[in-house]
């Protein structure tokens, strides 16, 4: 795959330029011979949250393209892992350029986790390995996975403990407050650090609240004072704006940006540069032709992209009547034409 750097510097000849707006290039391939550290990353750390479905490599090489700190994969099933789904395996290799890469990953067996995760370390080799104990979605808690380990701390130190033993890689956890009170992550997160968890992300609100209401960022901060290892901040980041106030209030050491980078993966260099400006519509233009073309490298296919379009044009004038061409759309002659 290509590296969205380089392409952006090759096909972007006006103003909005990697090079003229100081866009730092992609520094993947430092990350080769490095040893992958939370504690040693600088802080704040501005990462691209895991989120099913979206956070593909055309994504990733997106967000890293505008300085994204890290990326996390989609989340991947260990069952399938260990037997090996051709698919799954797919799902979780990365081009190198997204470095440094955290892989997450889920499941409820400590056993089948620590396999899983040793075939990912051996075979793609990542800079991390996460594991996943906040989704929400019916399918996943309905089987004991993602937040629903929430309601079982002794099995969730487990698993960290079994994975750790398993890989050398540093080992995070992703979680929430709680599965129905925000103050069930006190006794939760400590738990999982004393496990052996490198470092801990938490969505600020419970599997209860699935994403609605607000994220409560002062809980957070409660936890961030009993913790010493890193904690990362997710919910309700969207802009520069929230990016600090959510450091501020919950004292954490950095913060995974999910729905906020969706249609905006400039929101990185948003918070790292100030005055960053926004894209105009032939600045965006350009932006999305560049990440369908990332998109087909991957899948071979555009129609999956439609979810992507969708976010682009959010809040644009007439943005109804866009989003209705846009998720018919099939291939890039179509995005072209659209756009002419």
């Known amino acids: 795959m290509v590296c969205a750097g380089k392409i952006f510097e090759e096909i972007i000849n006006d103003q909005f330029s990697i090079i003229n707006y100081g866009v730092p290039a992609i520094a993947g391939t430092l990350f080769k011979t490095m040893k992958f550290s939370w504690k040693k990353i600088k802080k704040p750390i ?11 490599s055309a994504f990733c090489l997106m967000c890293r393209s505008f300085g994204a700190d890290i990326v996390y994969r989609e989340m991947v099933s260990a069952d399938a892992i260990v037997y090996e789904n051709k698919k799954t395996l797919e799902m979780a290799k990365f081009d190198e350029e997204e470095r440094p890469i955290i892989l997450q990953i889920f499941g409820k067996d400590p056993e089948i986790m620590a396999r899983a995760t040793r075939i990912l370390e051996k075979k793609y080799k990542p800079d991390g390995i996460d594991i996943n104990m906040g989704c929400p979605a019916k399918k996943i808690v309905g089987s004991f996975n993602g937040a629903s380990l929430m309601r079982d701390a002794k099995l969730a130190g487990d698993i960290v403990r079994a994975v750790k033993r398993a ?18 992550i006190l006794r939760f997160a400590p738990v999982l650090e004393r496990a052996g968890a490198d470092a801990i992300a938490i969505h600020g609100r419970t599997k209860a609240q699935g994403y609605s209401g607000k994220a409560n960022w002062e809980m957070i901060r409660r936890v961030s004072k009993k913790l010493k290892i890193p904690v990362l901040i997710n919910g309700d ?6 990016f600090q106030k959510a450091i501020e209030v919950s004292g954490a050491d950095g913060a995974l940006i999910g729905r906020g980078a969706l249609g905006h993966p400039w929101i990185f260099q948003e918070i790292k540069t100030s005055g960053f400006p926004t894209p105009d519509s032939k600045e965006l233009r350009k932006i ?6 990332l998109h087909i490298k991957e899948h071979h296919e555009l129609i999956t992209f439609r979810k992507h379009l969708v976010y682009y044009v959010k809040g644009f004038t007439g943005a109804k009547k866009l989003r209705g061409m846009l998720v018919k759309v099939n291939d890039l002659s179509d995005l072209k034409k659209i756009f002419e």
């Not at 990462?47 to 956070?55: F, K, R, V």
């Not at 890989?167 to 069930?184: A, C, D, F, H, I």
């Not at 999305?288 to 073309?293: D, P, R, S, W, Y």
């Open 46 to 56: 501005v990462g691209l949250s895991p989120m099913a479905d979206y956070t593909d």
């Open 167 to 184: 890989v050398k890689v540093p080992v995070s956890v992703k979680t929430r407050l709680g599965w129905e009170k925000p103050n069930e």
């Open 237 to 242: 980041i969207v802009d520069a704006e929230t």
């Open 288 to 293: 999305i032709l560049e990440h369908a073309k």
